[in-house]
């Protein structure tokens, strides 16, 4: 059984404050990672995707991947309350091409 | 935009019941699923399709049948409700197998 693991916080950051989101998965041949965001009683919704070793940045957003230690995280710059949902962490099951979720982290951002 | 939309937002339906979850994306997409999200357990995947009636069961099948007769709708079906069936459902999409997928609003389904 592939899986994805997140630490389920909560985590609690000051506004401004840098968040980080951790993720590690068992399948080596997974090829694409993604970070969902998801508030209280609505859908996941895309905030970054990344395929290659190395970062990926998007505004506050910066994606970190390290296929050799099957790690890939999530940095939020300048935390804003408005960031503070659970934010999941996705692969590609390479076998099978199921996306595989992990549990999710809550964050807190404190004003 | 993106456009995956689910029937129902809130549905409220009785033990026994046999009950549909429309989902339609209008992206053209190859790929659809339908998980179940739950407490604690985070999101489940119940059936995936890659293409017109074409499905695999995925980690929760059991309980849940799927049909898909055109390439724009992915159905989920409960052959006769049970209370344990009572959850989020999130139905998604995607282009293939290496790109995002894209999410409905949610349908969350409560059986009494």
């Known amino acids: 059984q592939k899986e994805v693991e997140q630490n389920s916080g909560p985590l609690s950051v000051p506004e401004g404050a840098i968040a980080s989101l951790n993720c590690t998965y068992s399948d080596r041949v997974s090829q694409s990672f993604f970070w969902y965001r998801q508030y209280s009683g609505k859908s996941p919704e895309l905030i970054m995707s990344i395929y290659s070793n190395g970062d990926k940045e998007d505004g506050r957003f910066t994606a970190q991947l390290n296929k050799a230690s099957q790690y890939v995280s999530l940095l939020i710059r300048d935390s804003q309350p408005s960031d503070s949902a659970t934010y999941l962490c996705a692969v590609y099951e390479g076998s099978q091409g199921n996306l595989i979720f992990g549990k999710g982290t809550k964050l807190s951002v404190k004003p | 935009d993106v456009k995956v939309t689910q029937s129902s937002r809130y549905l409220v339906k009785r033990t026994g019941e046999k009950v549909f979850l429309e989902c339609v994306q209008d992206?053209?997409?190859?790929?659809m699923f339908w998980y179940r999200q739950d407490p604690g357990l985070g999101l489940r995947l119940i059936y995936f399709?890659?293409?017109?009636?074409?499905?695999e069961k995925g980690d929760i099948p059991e309980g849940y049948s799927v049909s898909r007769e055109k390439k724009e709708r992915f159905s989920l079906i409960l052959e006769s409700a049970s209370t344990n069936q009572t959850s989020m459902y999130l139905c998604?999409?995607?282009?293939?197998?290496?790109?995002?997928?894209?999410f409905g609003q949610g349908t969350r389904l409560t059986v009494v």
């Open positions: 998604a999409s995607r282009t293939d197998p290496y790109t995002e997928a894209f």
């Open positions: 399709s890659y293409d017109v009636k074409m499905k």
């Open positions: 992206m053209d997409h190859e790929n």
